[in-house]
């Protein structure tokens, strides 16, 4: 039987829609637009790219744009004047610093900066404290918009066995405590694992994130498993993922394709990270 073939674009696509009905319906109560800043410090072409499909997103869902470019030789004080400067303005929602910054400045430190409130990356130590934790607050937007692929997709989650090949900063731990909050029983791989295909295939749920062109084989996949592949790795034969999509499909029950799986969740889930910010300060201003 064919796997289910997980549509991220389409998922993404439904999770922007409703993005803007919500910022629609605030605008006929006269609420206010939410405000996304971003910051991009430099010129590097491909953050440069990925900054601009941002704000572009923001506008098509009806939100305030603000695009802070800094010159490349901008010191660390001139961004984080910049970075409370935002935290303060109450159009701003969520603030954006785009990674990575140019050599001599500390993008993590930079990035701690950012008021919980307003980090719609969910990255920050106090947000990453709060995931956790299990306490309330904004969640990183890949592992986030990977909850919602399996949830669109009817994929079981409590009870399952999940195992995450990759231990990022950005996917693989915050991804751990996003499951565990949902009742997955989790591994997490990584470089000294010992015998990593045979722990992959343990798993219900086999979420790959390493950066290494079809690391994963078909025979590391467990029969009916579903499989999320984050990879993305350019390649003279166009983009490929992490995984051996042709094989693992012939296995799987249901796999991500790259490009269009988890990709285009990111955008999304930053869209839907910042209405729920300004959502949260209504919230606590009203109670």
């Known amino acids: 039987m064919a796997p ?3 549509d991220g674009a389409s998922i993404a696509g439904a999770i922007r829609s409703e993005v803007a ?3 629609a319906e605030r605008d006929r109560h006269g609420l206010a637009k939410p405000g996304l800043a971003t910051i ?6 491909a953050s440069a790219v990925y900054v601009a499909n941002k704000i572009k997103a923001c506008s098509q869902v009806g939100f305030e744009g603000f695009h802070h470019a800094l010159p490349a030789d901008s010191n660390f004080e001139a961004v984080e004047a910049l970075i409370e400067q935002l935290n303060s303005d109450p159009t701003v929602s969520g603030i954006l ?12 430190a930079l990035s701690a900066l950012i008021s919980p409130n307003k980090d719609v990356d969910g990255l920050t130590p106090a947000s990453a404290g709060a995931l956790a934790l299990g306490r309330p607050g904004l969640r990183p937007c890949t592992p986030a918009g990977i909850i919602e692929l399996l949830d669109r997709t009817a994929i079981q989650i409590s009870g399952s066995e999940a195992v995450i090949v990759g231990r990022s900063d ?5 991804l751990a405590s996003l499951l565990l909050e949902r009742d997955a029983t989790v591994t997490i791989c990584h470089s000294r694992t010992i015998d990593l295909p045979e722990v992959c295939r343990r798993a ?7 950066g290494r062109p079809e690391l994963v084989a078909a025979d590391w996949v467990k029969p009916g498993a579903t499989v999320i592949d984050v990879g993305i790795n350019r390649t003279d034969s166009g983009l490929i993922g992490d995984v051996d999509f042709a094989g693992a499909s012939k296995v799987a029950g249901a796999i991500t394709p790259v490009p269009g799986g988890v990709g285009p ?3 999304a889930m930053l869209l839907r990270n910042t209405l729920l910010a300004v959502e949260s ?7």
């Open 4 to 6: 289910i073939v997980i």
């Open 21 to 23: 009905d919500a910022v």
């Open 40 to 45: 991009l410090v430099g010129e590097d072409p």
């Open 97 to 108: 610093l785009q990674l990575p910054v140019p050599e001599g400045l500390d993008g993590a």
């Open 170 to 174: 950005l996917v693989g731990r915050p």
């Open 204 to 210: 219900d749920i086999l979420i790959v994130a390493v």
């Open 265 to 267: 969740m990111t955008i």
């Open 281 to 287: 300060v209504e919230a606590r201003v009203s109670a």
